[in-house]
């Protein structure tokens, strides 16, 4: 089973790419952040004549997460447990049915910039980084419970996190952003801690793998990047693991998304 996680950027903008990556690559499941549509104008036909079912969990302009698959796809589940009043559409899950069921998924993390910080050095209330670090204590919660189920299962998806200094072409530069700072970094570690394998490192160490490069200032052609798209696996999931690239070339392409698809392949 091949799943891929892809923050497409808005599917009006990138239909056509997204539809040719899909043809070429073949994915199983694709994980789509950034839809950037509510759900009844999202173009589930064009997904659907490829022999796609199609989920979503949009929000108009902004964020929206989508499920893809050629399997079944069961208890569709929408929004991040832990607070009735986010609006924000940053989380879908299913399970998807192959010669094993695997709980999928797919979430678009908070960016949590501007950094807003109170004099102590804590974040500010009711701030963008406030935000993403109390979104990411739901996620573990949530990852918590994955673990407890026991069944296969996996969360993947634009993280917006750099884990560590060699998943960027300049760390020097991210040293105050909200994707680098070291709170949300060990937030994210405390969740990877709990017993969960990032496909990615799991197969490919060392730096110069990135899968987002900014649209400004040539960051493509200088190989600015940084690797912020990722799967992270419970253990009987890490055990079904064969493989994970990141498809690095889609970046260079007519109108690209900033990020670039990230795939594992499973023996389920």
Avoid at 39 to 49: A, I, K, M, S, T
Avoid at 63 to 68: E, F, K, M, P, R
Avoid at 179 to 191: N, Q, T
Avoid at 231 to 240: H, I, K, N, R, Y
């Amino acid at each position: 089973m091949k799943i891929a996680t892809f923050n497409i950027n808005g599917i009006k903008a990138r239909v056509k790419a997204l539809g040719d990556w899909l043809d070429e690559a073949q994915p199983d499941v694709a994980l789509l952040q950034e839809i950037k549509s509510v759900d009844e104008n999202f173009p589930r036909e064009l997904f659907e004549e490829r022999g796609y079912n199609v989920e979503t969990h949009g929000q108009k302009s902004f964020n929206g997460v989508a499920i893809l698959s050629k399997l079944p796809l069961e208890d569709v589940a929408r929004g991040l447990p832990g607070d009735d009043s986010d609006e924000q559409a940053r989380w879908i899950e299913a399970t998807v049915v192959g010669k094993t069921a695997i709980r999928l998924c797919g979430l678009y993390l908070p960016n949590g910039n501007p950094v807003e910080l109170n004099a102590d050095g804590t974040p500010v209330e009711g701030g963008k980084y406030a935000y993403k670090l109390g979104w990411m204590k739901r996620l573990k919660a949530r990852a918590e419970q994955l673990l407890a189920d026991e069944m296969p299962a996996l969360m993947a998806g634009d993280y917006n996190i750099i884990p560590q200094e060699e998943d960027a072409k300049r760390p020097e530069v991210w040293r105050e952003d909200a994707l680098f700072r070291p709170e949300s970094r060990a937030a994210y570690r405390e969740i990877l801690n709990l017993g969960f394998t990032e496909a990615f490192r799991a197969r490919t160490q060392g730096p110069g793998h990135y899968s987002f490069w900014d649209y400004q200032a040539g960051a493509w052609n200088k190989d600015d990047g940084i690797r912020i798209d990722h799967f992270l696996l419970t253990p009987q999931c890490a055990d079904l693991l064969r493989d994970c690239q990141i498809d690095r070339g889609i970046r260079g392409r007519e109108k690209p998304s900033d990020h670039v698809p990230v795939w594992v392949e499973l023996d389920a």
